[in-house]
T-cell receptor, first 115, second 116 residues
């Protein structure tokens, strides 16, 4: 079946612009996660959605970052007023239940470059 | 705060060798530990997930072990092949008392190169 998909695969933007990154999880997966992978920091958790519960936003680095998940499926990560340090690969993952015992399946990522 | 460390950072071996990748974590109260593979420019592929009650998991040429008390896991790759070349990452969810179930903490990864 289809895996996790993300769009765009690559995004180049100018400093100060807003960007939106999209994630389509595996159909039926109730949990959705966003991570950021950068050269100096490795893989960092950003935000986690589980069903209709309030999302865990504890990993968002600043208030310029926000995410929403509409209808319990597609999610959009928005970065406002982008900075050069936002350049990274943004990975989305989904799992079939409240995550502890379930594997997270990752998408291919969106590579963001802020000039 | 959970910290995950992987050793070595990079490893280069000739084809056919057996090898071991190491992962250590500071908080031993984990639910499970997961090993991932990442190919250049790609997302992560889950290889093995070991529950806290298990000591090892096997999938083909891969065997992962878990020693919670010492805060260590190893990934053993038998008869390595050039196609095994990738970055290998281990990750753990928050400890048993936490509520952020989805918040995996990753190691920095081991870059493996298997040359013919």
């Amino acid at each position: 079946g289809a895996g996790v998909s993300q769009s765009p695969s690559n995004k180049v933007t100018e400093k100060g612009k807003d960007v939106e990154l999209r994630c389509d999880p595996i159909s039926g997966h109730t949990a959705l996660y966003w991570y950021r992978q950068s050269l100096g920091q490795g893989l960092e958790f950003l935000i986690y959605f589980q069903g209709n519960s309030a999302p865990d936003k504890s990993g968002l680095p600043s208030d310029r970052f926000s995410a929403e998940r509409t209808g319990g499926s597609v999610s959009t990560l928005t970065i406002q007023r982008t900075q050069q340090e936002d350049s990274a690969v943004y990975l989305c993952a989904s799992s079939s239940a409240r995550g502890l015992r379930k594997t997270q399946y990752f998408g291919p990522g969106t590579r963001l470059l802020v000039l | 705060k959970q910290e995950v460390t992987q050793i070595p950072a990079a490893l280069s071996v000739p084809e056919g060798e057996n090898l071991v990748l190491n992962c250590s974590f500071t908080d031993s109260a984990i639910y499970n530990l997961q090993w991932f593979r990442q190919d250049p420019g790609k997302g992560l592929t889950s290889l093995l997930l070991i529950q806290s009650s298990q000591r090892e998991q096997t999938s083909g040429r891969l065997n992962a072990s878990l020693d919670k008390s010492s805060g260590r896991s190893t990934l053993y790759i038998a008869a390595s092949q050039p196609g095994d070349s990738a970055t290998y990452l281990c990750a753990v969810p928050p400890n048993a008392g936490g509520t952020s179930y989805g918040k995996l903490t990753f190691g920095q990864g081991t870059i493996l190169t298997v040359h013919p």
